[in-house]
């Protein structure tokens, strides 16, 4: 299988992506219809979108046969592939199979080898280093999802009868506690509350399974500053 259409990396956006030129394309399907309509057809037909699937570059200095500035339309290998099955010839699947395996071949393209040990330790130390600082970003990214869920759990109250969690109160009044000093502020406040009859809820937390919640009047009078070590 001949097929004469080059692979150029062209700007989209951002991104430099690889491009075939829709000229070439319309040659290789022997399209007879006129390049620019064709062109506009296709990208109608196939819904592709400008600057995500094709470009379009203005030729200065040459004119269409109507006088107009020239137009070149360049696709992305993946609308390349969609022309070509849209054609519905056998030429068509032959130019879709021609980019499969541009595509295969650039995926698989060996890395060169570095035959010079310091260079090749270098580059070994560097990609290491790239992959640690690429996961200490994500256990951060993954520590701070932790910390917001942990801080709505520990703020979580049920407005009906304004319930707190031990940890989550102390943290709502500023005088955040640790968790052994938040079971023995616990076992005081399930007492006292249970001395006024109030309910004692349950809350879910990741850390500790179930934990209680208490009023906020138990809460006040338990936690006060000389409670609070």
Request: a neutral charge.
């Amino acid at each position: 299988m001949t097929i004469n259409i080059a692979i150029n990396s062209r700007q989209m956006g951002s991104d430099l992506i690889s491009t075939i030129s829709g000229r070439e394309l319309h040659a290789e399907l022997g399209v007879g219809k006129d390049f620019t309509n064709w062109a506009k057809a296709q990208i109608k037909r196939g819904r592709f979108v400008e600057n995500r699937d094709f470009v379009k570059l203005a030729q200065k200095g040459e004119l269409s046969a109507t006088g107009q500035t020239l137009i070149e339309y360049h696709f992305t290998l993946e609308a390349g592939k969609h022309i070509g099955m849209m054609s519905g010839t056998d030429r068509g699947f032959e130019v879709r199979e021609y980019f499969l395996e541009c595509e295969r071949r650039a995926k698989g393209a060996a890395v060169p080898a570095v035959r010079d040990p310091r260079t090749a330790a270098l580059i070994d130390a560097l990609v290491r280093q790239d992959a640690l600082e690429q996961e200490q970003a994500r256990q951060a990214t993954e520590l701070a999802r932790l910390q917001e869920n942990v801080a709505v759990i520990e703020a979580r109250t049920q407005p009906e009868n304004r319930h707190f969690t031990v940890l989550g109160y102390s943290n709502l009044i500023g005088r955040p506690v640790d968790a052994r000093a938040a079971a023995n502020l616990g076992r005081k406040c399930a007492a006292l509350s249970r001395e006024k009859g109030l309910l004692i809820g349950d809350v879910r937390d990741s850390r500790f399974g179930t934990v209680h919640s208490y009023h906020e009047s138990v809460l006040q009078e338990v936690l006060t500053p000389t409670t609070i070590n």
